[in-house]
Nanobody, 120 residues
């Protein structure tokens, strides 16, 4: 099993920045990739981006490409994935979740989510 704990959410003004963290513990060696998802008010959960655990290759949704950056630290007993968010817009308001992909067919473990609110 893998446990995921997100942190770093909060209230930010439009155009501002925020960095989310996702600390992973448990069966770390079996992680294939880590993903970030979000669910805005009245919306379905959507994919934000992902990073492969071994090589750090990233993929982003078109809506955040060029504004969000995913990175990771998985050395020296620190297993954390980050979501750096820049130029935030009100439509980025959502609960953000990180998830661990252990198998090829989906994400198997999810964090509890952290609220991001973009408002003036």
């Amino acid at each position: 099993q893998v446990q995921l704990v997100e942190s770093g959410g909060g209230l930010v003004q439009p155009g501002g920045s925020l960095r989310l963290s996702c600390a992973a513990s448990g069966s770390i060696s079996r992680i294939r990739a880590m993903g970030w998802f979000r669910q805005g008010p009245g919306k379905e959960r959507e994919f934000v981006g992902r990073i492969t655990w071994l090589f750090g290759s990233t993929t982003y949704a078109d809506s955040v490409k060029g504004r969000f950056t995913i990175s990771k630290e998985n050395a020296n007993a620190k297993n954390t994935v980050y979501l750096q968010m820049e130029s935030l817009k009100p439509e980025d308001t959502a609960v953000y979740y990180c998830a661990a992909q252990m198998t090829v067919d989906g994400y198997n473990y999810w964090g509890q989510g952290t609220q991001v609110t973009v408002s003036s």
